[in-house]
């Protein structure tokens, strides 16, 4: 009875989950996993500001003042996708950030499914997947029982 009763009540959140992800967020991707405190992503990064990923100095010296984050930020280099920066608040000997009680709302939210559209992807260790909401199967399904 007990166990039937969670369940039933795990089945409903996972439903509410969906539903605010998918409606609600407008999400397409669950973030699942951990942190492994490998530091690569403080090492190479894309700064997307409003639909744009930046990609020139000149540019990035304008913005850098608006946002606490970019002021941490130094430019690296730069490829198809962008400007490339590193962030100076990453300890070089631990690679651990320096300020991580007090990171920025981006780095605690990190990764988020922007990522893939930036063109970018998420380091070959990092601990957390991206792992789709809806699955190929369900809308594989979904696709037969219209037509
Ligand atoms: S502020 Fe900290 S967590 Fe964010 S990119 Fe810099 S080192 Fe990494
Ligand atoms: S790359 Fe992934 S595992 Fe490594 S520090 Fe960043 S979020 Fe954590």
Do not use: A
Request: net charge positive.
């Amino acid at each position: 009875m007990l166990t039937t009763l969670i369940i039933t009540i795990f089945h409903y959140y996972k439903i509410v989950k969906k539903f605010i992800y998918t409606k609600i967020f407008r999400k397409h991707y669950y973030r699942v996993g951990s942190c492994k405190c490998c530091g690569e992503c403080c090492k190479h990064i894309y700064v997307k500001h409003g639909k744009k990923v930046i990609d020139s100095e000149k540019t990035f010296r304008k913005l850098q003042f608006l946002h606490r984050f970019y002021t941490y930020l130094e430019v690296i280099g730069k490829d198809e996708t962008g400007l490339i920066f590193s962030c100076t608040m990453q300890d070089p000997v631990t690679k651990m950030c320096k300020i991580h009680k007090h990171r920025p709302g981006i780095c605690r939210r990190y990764p988020q499914e922007e990522l893939f559209m930036m063109g970018g992807s998420l380091s070959d260790g990092c601990g957390y997947k991206l792992e789709p909401i809806i699955k190929f199967e369900e809308v594989l399904s979904n696709l037969i029982k219209k037509s």
